[in-house]
């Protein structure tokens, strides 16, 4: 693309096949040649037997005989595989899939990494300074807490602060290195008993972002285009989402007001542009209601009713008006933890308000309030245990292999994946399938605005001045109508100066 050889024509792509035949296992040629064909192809080290991991490789000083191998190796093995793998896309049910979302996806997914994205260093390092004074707030307050001094970024000596100077629990967990345990999830259920835990929680947090991206996202500018180019994997994850690598765009947080941040330092190619962001709204719990038949759900969403708000009534049985703010949030913590299997102490976890007991009265409620939900996991559960596997609306399947497990923790991780991925993999299917058509869509009405990433259920886009009704108009058309669904798919567009106006 770069050198004006765009690729063009009939595509097949080895390793997003074999990721549809077997999405649990690693796509990788040297590794599928050896299982599938029993043959090890040459290492690149015999070629460059002193090369550097991410060093620039100079091929002009390659011995053009053993070049011409490794090459033509690469070419021919890509066509063993094939042979293999083509008739089992069709045998497996996948050949939909593939052909129809995968194939057509790569173009897209060439002309966003082509185009990359715009980002202001000022507006980051202006971000990067305010982080590290409350950084050093936060040490300021830990310390001051604590009585003493030590190394935060130290879990023994953490440790050792929490569970021996403060004694904030009676029974610590224990780590297989006989440490203090001091992750997230023991910080998190301490946070509401003392700030001291909270304030950690905080910290790593900041120093997470300024270390992944207030300090790394400079070094990604690419020096000729100034814009940032992510890479794009189709085959990295088992429920069909797409990854971001090189850096990885998807993960900044959008719940922290910090994280959010982040967002303001990307901005449309010049001052005359915008950003536009397209979002689908709360497209997961849609696809249950669709998924599942729930009448009720389906009612909520054709009604245009705070779903949350509608399913708190439901729960806690009072009218609409009348939800209060806490059983509204209680509400959403359950409608977003079903589709995960969220259990009564995962849930009293979160909400840190209520007892395991009280946790699961309301899990207990909320499958009497709509059991045609409770009777759709139940057949999903059964489905994986009798198949093997679970799929999405369009056939894309996860293996679940554990389903069967005699330990319990096991059985119990592949049961949540059998009612996950269904839901997570047709709002992936979703999206492939609407970026396809939009691209099409702006390349028939010769748009100059540009589509730039995709963060999982939302779309980013270089939004040219004059063309913002004809884009809205491709955007809801295509992203609403994109699969047939039982219930209303509805998404939020907005428009601004950067990532975080537009969001």
Same mark, same amino acid.
């Given at each position: 693309?770069?050198?004006?050889?765009?690729?063009?024509?009939?595509?097949?792509?080895?390793?997003?096949?074999?990721?549809?035949?077997?999405?649990?296992?690693?796509?990788?040629?040297?590794?599928?040649?050896?299982?599938?064909?029993?043959?090890?192809?040459?290492?690149?080290?015999?070629?460059?037997?002193?090369?550097?991991?991410?060093?620039?490789?100079?091929?002009?000083?390659?011995?053009?005989?053993?070049?011409?191998?490794?090459?033509?190796?690469?070419?021919?093995?890509?066509?063993?595989?094939?042979?293999?793998?083509?008739?089992?896309?069709?045998?497996?049910?996948?050949?939909?899939?593939?052909?129809?979302?995968?194939?057509?996806?790569?173009?897209?997914?060439?002309?966003?990494?082509?185009?990359?994205?715009?980002?202001?260093?000022?507006?980051? =390092?202006?971000?990067?300074?305010?982080?590290?004074?409350?950084?050093?707030?936060?040490?300021?307050?830990?310390?001051?807490?604590?009585?003493?001094?030590?190394?935060?970024?130290?879990?023994?000596?953490?440790?050792?602060?929490?569970?021996?100077?403060?004694?904030?629990?009676?029974?610590?967990?224990?780590?297989?290195?006989?440490?203090?345990?001091?992750?997230?999830?023991?910080?998190?259920?301490?946070?509401?008993?003392?700030?001291?835990?909270?304030?950690?929680?905080?910290?790593?947090?900041?120093?997470?972002?300024?270390?992944?991206?207030?300090?790394?996202?400079?070094?990604?500018?690419?020096?000729?285009?100034?814009?940032?180019?992510?890479?794009?994997?189709?085959?990295?994850?088992?429920?069909?989402?797409?990854?971001?690598?090189?850096?990885?765009?998807?993960?900044?947080?959008?719940?922290?007001?910090?994280?959010?941040?982040?967002?303001?330092?990307?901005?449309?190619?010049?001052?005359?542009?915008?950003?536009?962001?397209?979002?689908?709204?709360?497209?997961?719990?849609?696809?249950?209601?669709?998924?599942?038949?729930?009448?009720?759900?389906?009612?909520?969403?054709?009604?245009?009713?705070?779903?949350?708000?509608?399913?708190?009534?439901?729960?806690?049985?009072?009218?609409?008006?009348?939800?209060?703010?806490?059983?509204?949030?209680?509400? =959403?913590?359950?409608?977003?933890?079903?589709?995960?299997?969220?259990?009564?102490?995962?849930?009293?976890?979160?909400?840190?308000?209520?007892?395991?007991?009280?946790?699961?009265?309301?899990?207990?409620?909320?499958?009497?309030?709509?059991?045609?939900?409770?009777?759709?996991?139940?057949?999903?559960?059964?489905?994986?245990?009798?198949?093997?596997?679970?799929?999405?609306?369009?056939?894309?399947?996860?293996?679940?292999?554990?389903?069967?497990?005699?330990?319990?923790?096991?059985?119990?991780?592949?049961?949540?994946?059998?009612?996950?991925?269904?839901?997570?993999?047709?709002?992936?299917?979703?999206?492939?399938?609407?970026?396809?058509?939009?691209?099409?869509?702006?390349?028939?009405?010769?748009?100059?605005?540009?589509?730039?990433?995709?963060?999982?259920?939302?779309?980013?886009?270089?939004?040219?001045?004059?063309?913002?009704?004809?884009? =809205?108009?491709?955007?809801?058309?295509?992203?609403?109508?994109?699969?047939?669904?039982?219930?209303?798919?509805?998404?939020?567009?907005?428009?601004?100066?950067?990532?975080?106006?537009?969001?």
């Amino acid at each position: 693309e770069n050198h004006d050889c765009p690729v063009k024509g009939i595509c097949y792509d080895t390793l997003i096949a074999h990721s549809l035949i077997e999405p649990e296992q690693r796509h990788n040629l040297d590794i599928l040649a050896e299982n599938l064909l029993q043959y090890k192809t040459i290492p690149f080290s015999e070629l460059v037997p002193n090369a550097k991991k991410g060093e620039l490789i100079d091929y002009a000083q390659i011995n053009i005989d053993k070049l011409t191998n490794y090459a033509v190796e690469d070419a021919d093995i890509t066509f063993q595989l094939w042979q293999i793998l083509e008739p089992q896309l069709e045998s497996l049910g996948q050949s939909e899939v593939f052909y129809k979302i995968e194939m057509p996806l790569l173009s897209v997914l060439i002309a966003m990494e082509k185009e990359g994205i715009n980002i202001c260093e000022t507006t980051l =390092k202006n971000i990067g300074d305010t982080l590290s004074v409350e950084i050093e707030n936060l040490r300021s307050e830990i310390y001051d807490t604590a009585g003493q001094e030590f190394n935060l970024n130290s879990p023994k000596q953490l440790g050792v602060i929490l569970f021996e100077v403060l004694k904030l629990s009676d029974k610590p967990k224990k780590t297989k290195t006989g440490q203090y345990a001091t992750n997230e999830q023991t910080l998190s259920s301490l946070s509401s008993k003392h700030r001291i835990a909270a304030a950690i929680l905080e910290y790593r947090q900041m120093n997470k972002l300024v270390s992944t991206y207030i300090d790394a996202l400079p070094h990604s500018i690419n020096q000729k285009t100034q814009r940032i180019h992510t890479n794009f994997g189709q085959v990295q994850t088992s429920t069909g989402r797409l990854s971001s690598n090189n850096p990885n765009l998807q993960n900044i947080p959008i719940r922290s007001t910090n994280g959010k941040q982040i967002r303001k330092a990307f901005i449309p190619r010049n001052p005359k542009w915008k950003i536009l962001s397209a979002d689908y709204s709360q497209i997961e719990l849609r696809i249950l209601a669709a998924l599942s038949e729930d009448p009720s759900m389906i009612q909520a969403f054709n009604d245009k009713e705070d779903i949350h708000a509608s399913t708190a009534a439901r729960i806690f049985d009072v009218s609409l008006k009348n939800v209060s703010r806490e059983q509204r949030s209680t509400a =959403k913590m359950v409608n977003f933890g079903i589709p995960y299997g969220i259990s009564a102490f995962g849930l009293a976890q979160r909400l840190g308000t209520v007892s395991r007991t009280e946790a699961q009265a309301i899990i207990d409620n909320y499958f009497q309030q709509f059991p045609t939900i409770q009777n759709y996991i139940d057949q999903q559960i059964e489905k994986a245990r009798k198949d093997g596997f679970v799929t999405t609306l369009l056939g894309r399947r996860r293996y679940l292999r554990d389903i069967n497990s005699s330990n319990g923790s096991i059985r119990a991780a592949s049961e949540r994946n059998a009612i996950n991925m269904p839901i997570q993999g047709t709002a992936a299917d979703l999206i492939k399938i609407a970026m396809i058509r939009i691209l099409e869509k702006m390349d028939e009405a010769k748009l100059e605005s540009k589509m730039l990433l995709q963060v999982h259920d939302e779309l980013i886009f270089d939004l040219h001045p004059d063309e913002e009704s004809a884009l =809205k108009k491709i955007l809801e058309t295509e992203m609403v109508h994109a699969i047939d669904l039982k219930c209303p798919v509805e998404i939020d567009i907005g428009i601004g100066n950067n990532w975080l106006e537009a969001h």
